[in-house]
């Protein structure tokens, strides 16, 4: 409470945008790492709440709401706010154009993509397609390792992973393993089930299921 | 075969003006033929015109150059004189160029601009929108700055309605660009000292003059309203020690160019109502008398006329390097005498890219330490902005309504009215705008 206090005998806060002041309000209990501004059943995109603060290639996400949704993060991309202004070089390294160039960094957002591959209902994870989308401007978390091996109990989704076109598969399989494997401690029962599934998911194409291995493992 | 220029562009507007005529038939919309034959004939015209600009100016850097050692004496003219045109104080110097100081370390930099949505009364209602886009920019901290907007709807009764000079009126443009403009400058008063309030050391930056000359011949209770806010704003400042500046890019002055047509006047004292060269005056001479008049012509006109055309900006082009600022003048602005301690005062300034205006009130001109810091800073704001202070451009960018921000306005407002119930119409014309039927 006391923080809402001192912001508000801030003699700047006047000047600030009323979304500046709300979130600056919620600062201390903020834990979220994005804010759904683009959903559909398939796929999501948040806006990270700083810049370059999105979470990394192949993290495990959930969106708040009444049935969470997870999705695994694929594509996270920085851009200018404005659609007509585009960043331009200043042959200087971040820390001064920190000091000598400050509004570069309010004109620069960051997002991210993630692929949905499940939901949580009463009963548990599923490894389906949720009934309804993402809200927009829900919030996005990272989930816990709890989290995360509560939903890979069962291996289902890997078949969403590989089964979509636009995004390099073999690379995003990979990130979400070393994720997995790192939630699941390394447990070796862990690994010996997901080389079996992969070998299934992948049928005859050795080099394919060796290389994600090899790579999974590194 | 060359054609005398004057003749040359009285038939060049005939013809055009003919083919603007006939081109129209078969479109509806611009007729970009006719344009470009225009254009043609105006590059044609203007290339003449260069050439004469020129050699105005080769005079006019000469004049400069002869009139800064004795600058003092055109000082001395400048007083004892009756001239039509606005004419530089020179307080320090005429000539002299200052090298530009180093900015402090840590600095910041307070800005706002303003924007607006006029009343339109073809529109459902006559409410106008102001905009203010405020900047704040810290240097060498790192912090976070500050860069935000604020619209405010106007749509009482009585914020529609104004009683100045014993007279309601409707509010116009004018009158929302006035209020506006006041509203950039008291807001850019309360940032910066918000800002130093918060332990900053800060500069208020604001885009354009700080001369409210357009006041000038407005009602008195218009005047006086407009002027006392303003005043209250450069108290505060002036207080908190914080200096002020109004950054003109592009300036169109030509405030020592007059200076230097003063020069050129072959008489003691010049009264350009009495100009003894022109025609009019000439009444009752004789022959000889007239003839040793004629002969101080330049051109076959009067003596003062070969830096005409020529403004400040241009003059300084040749004279500044980068960085370096022109000593400081004093505006002669007849506003100004109400500004009681804040007589505006300027300089130009070679900024990199442009020779910018910069106005400042006289507590800043007068202390060396404010007006180098002002120099420093004018100069770093330009080099971070490519050539525009970057304060103001992103001030601007705050604040801008778009033609498209506008549409989504008065969409806003219709949806608003129809939901919940408000009789209101367009006017046929706005309908037509919208809808042009075939």
């Known amino acids: 409470m006391s923080t809402v206090e001192e912001k508000k005998s801030n003699p700047l806060s006047r000047f600030m945008g009323d979304e500046a002041n709300a979130v600056s309000a919620w600062d201390a209990e903020k834990t979220h790492v994005g804010e759904i501004v683009e959903s559909s059943t398939t796929e999501l995109v948040a806006e990270a709440p700083q810049l370059h603060g999105a979470p990394s290639f192949g993290q495990f996400v959930r969106v708040d709401s009444e049935m969470p949704i997870i999705g695994i993060v694929f594509n996270v991309f920085t851009h200018s706010i404005e659609p007509n202004r585009r960043p331009t070089a200043y042959g200087k390294t971040e820390d001064e154009l920190r000091m000598e160039q400050p509004q570069i960094f309010e004109l620069l957002r960051t997002e991210f993509q993630a692929l949905v591959i499940g939901y949580i209902d009463d009963i548990g994870p599923a490894q ?23 939903f890979t109990r069962t291996d289902d989704y890997l078949r969403s992973i590989l089964n979509t076109s636009k995004i390099p598969t073999d690379e995003l399989l990979i990130a979400a393993l070393r994720q997995t494997m790192r939630a699941h401690e390394g447990a070796h029962a862990y690994l010996v089930r997901m080389g079996k599934e992969l070998s299934r998911l992948l049928g005859d194409d050795y080099d394919r299921l060796s290389s994600i291995i090899r790579r999974a493992a590194y | 075969m060359q054609v005398p220029r004057k003749k040359r562009h009285s038939i060049a507007r005939g013809r055009s003006r003919a083919k603007r005529n006939k081109g129209t038939k078969n479109s509806a919309m611009l007729d970009l033929y006719a344009v470009k034959t225009q254009i043609d004939e105006m590059v044609a015209d203007e290339r003449h015109a260069q050439q004469d600009y020129r050699e105005k100016l080769e005079i006019a850097v000469r004049e400069y150059r002869r009139w800064s050692p004795e600058w003092q004496r055109l000082a001395e003219k400048i007083a004892r004189s009756r001239t039509s045109w606005l004419m530089p104080g020179l307080v320090e110097a005429l000539d002299g160029p200052s090298a530009l100081p180093a900015r402090p370390e840590q600095i910041s930099i307070a800005a706002t601009d303003g924007s607006q949505i006029f009343p339109d009364r073809h529109e459902i209602s006559s409410c106008f929108l102001i905009n203010i886009g405020y900047i704040l920019l810290h240097y060498g901290t790192g912090e976070k700055p500050l860069m935000s907007s604020k619209p405010s709807l106007y749509y009482r009764e009585d914020e529609v309605f104004e009683d100045w000079g014993g007279r309601r009126i409707f509010v116009n443009r004018e009158l929302v660009g006035a209020k506006r403009g006041l509203m950039e400058f008291t807001e850019l008063a309360d940032l910066a000292l ?6 900053h050391r800060v ?9 409210q000359w357009s006041l000038e011949g407005k009602p008195q209770d218009f005047k006086q309203y407009f002027l006392k806010a303003t005043m209250k704003g450069f108290d505060k400042l002036a207080a908190a020690g914080i200096p002020i500046i109004g950054y003109i890019s592009q300036p169109g002055s030509q405030e020592l160019v007059n200076a230097l047509k003063l020069g050129l006047c072959p008489q003691q004292a010049a009264d350009c109502d009495r100009c003894p060269w022109r025609k009019e005056n000439q009444l009752g001479l004789d022959a000889t008398e007239k003839e040793g008049l004629d002969e101080q ?5 009067v003596p003062c006329s070969p830096v005409e055309g020529i403004n400040d900006a241009v003059l300084l082009r040749q004279i500044l390097e980068p960085g370096q600022r022109t000593p400081v ?55 971070k902005g490519q050539g525009y202070p970057v304060a103001l451009s992103e001030a601007h960018e705050r604040a801008v309504v778009r033609g498209a921000d506008r549409e989504t306005f008065y969409r806003f407002l219709r949806d608003t009215f129809v939901k919940n119930d408000i009789r209101a119409n367009i006017s046929t014309k706005s309908f037509k705008k919208r809808h042009a039927g075939i």
Do not use: N
């Open chain 1, 128 to 150: 389906v397609l949720p009934p309804y989308p993402a809200r927009i401007h829900s919030f996005v978390h990272l989930c816990s390792d709890e989290e995360v091996r509560a």
């Open chain 2, 194 to 199: 918000a800002a130093q309030e918060m332990g």
């Open chain 2, 203 to 211: 500069l208020a930056f604001s885009d354009g003059t700080l001369i």
């Open chain 2, 297 to 301: 012509l330049w051109r076959g006109r």
């Open chain 2, 329 to 383: 003048y004093r505006s002669s602005s007849k506003i100004l005498e109400e500004y009681g301690p804040h007589w505006i005062y300027f300089f130009y300034v070679h900024v990199g890219q442009e020779i910018g205006r910069v106005e400042i009130p006289q507590w800043v001109a007068e202390d060396k330490e404010m007006l180098a810091l002002v120099h420093a800073c004018i100069c770093d704001q330009a080099e």
